[in-house]
């Protein structure tokens, strides 16, 4: 079973923080070089992956935006010369509304950036994974996906759809070498977790009393999800929804 991605390619959307971020770093660590995309500049990370030992490109993208993503697949295949793996994870919380408050340009943006945005990722990153007979890619969702949310109904929308998404491009492209699954994280310390709290103690407390663990889940613990899905030790693995929670979607 293959234990490293030396001479592989990963891409991470949303890599510059969070998540993204940790995936982004535990895909160098694996050997693979690593393109970042990002809708703002941020040079560090790839000052960090290349203090692994690895290579990395950053991509300025707006997900929602096809000319941007279509650009981020052809620099990352000029750097590289290939796409292995696609890590899927650029989202937006929206804002806090009610359905009947919820605005329709809260609700275009939300949905745009991260349904249609997965669905723009994948649209360009198969073709150039097919051209290698070879690949996964792993969507972010939420367990906003499994699960509904009272206030958030177009982030909630957006990632129930994601999972229906990822299942149908799943069977698409099962018998193609293509591997598709999608995480749900739980609630997870970033900084989309710190401006639905405003790093309040109260809010925080009701967050973290969501968790039967009782702590916010680590980015790290989900790129850990992440880098298992795309290795060969997951290669009988497609469609999955994998919950990575401290257990009250299980409840």
């Known amino acids: 079973?293959?234990?490293?991605?030396?001479?592989?390619?990963?891409?991470?959307?949303?890599?510059?923080?969070?998540?993204?971020?940790?995936?982004?770093?535990?895909?160098?660590?694996?050997?693979a070089k690593v393109a970042i995309a990002d809708w703002k500049e941020n040079d560090e990370m790839v000052d960090l992956i290349k203090e692994l030992g690895s290579e990395a490109i950053f991509i300025k993208c707006d997900v929602s935006k096809t000319e941007?993503?279509?650009?981020?697949?052809?620099?990352?295949?000029?750097?590289?010369?290939?796409?292995?793996?696609a890590f899927n994870n650029a989202g937006i919380e929206g804002n806090t509304a009610t359905t009947q408050e919820c605005t329709e340009e809260n609700w275009d943006?939300?949905?745009?950036?991260?349904?249609?945005?997965?669905?723009?990722?994948?649209?360009?990153?198969?073709?150039?994974?097919?051209?290698?007979?070879?690949?996964a890619i792993v969507n972010c969702a939420s367990v906003a996906g499994l699960i509904g949310f009272a206030g958030l109904p177009a982030y909630v929308a957006s990632k129930h759809g994601i999972v229906g998404l990822t299942k149908t491009t799943a069977l698409e492209c099962a018998k193609q070498g293509i591997r598709v699954n999608v995480v749900c994280p739980g609630v997870i310390q970033t900084p989309m977790i710190d401006r639905l709290t405003g790093k309040t103690k109260e809010a925080i407390e009701q967050f973290t009393?969501?968790?039967p663990i009782g702590r916010f889940g680590l980015?790290?613990?989900?790129a850990?999800?992440?880098?298992?899905?795309?290795?060969?030790?997951?290669?009988?693995?497609?469609?999955?929804?994998?919950?990575?929670?401290g257990g009250f979607v299980a409840q």
């Open 224 to 245: 850990s999800a992440v880098i298992w899905l795309c290795s060969d030790e997951a290669s009988f693995v497609t469609g999955h929804v994998m919950a990575v929670d």
């Open 209 to 211: 009393g969501l968790e």
């Open 1 to 31: 079973m293959e234990t490293t991605f030396k001479n592989k390619v990963a891409l991470v959307t949303g890599g510059a923080s969070g998540i993204g971020k940790a995936a982004a770093l535990a895909f160098a660590k694996k050997g």
């Open 219 to 222: 980015p790290e613990e989900i």
């Open 68 to 85: 941007d993503v279509k650009a981020m697949v052809v620099q990352t295949i000029a750097a590289f010369g290939r796409l292995d793996y």
């Open 109 to 135: 943006k939300t949905i745009s950036v991260n349904l249609k945005g997965i669905w723009l990722c994948m649209k360009y990153e198969i073709p150039e994974m097919l051209k290698e007979g070879k690949g």
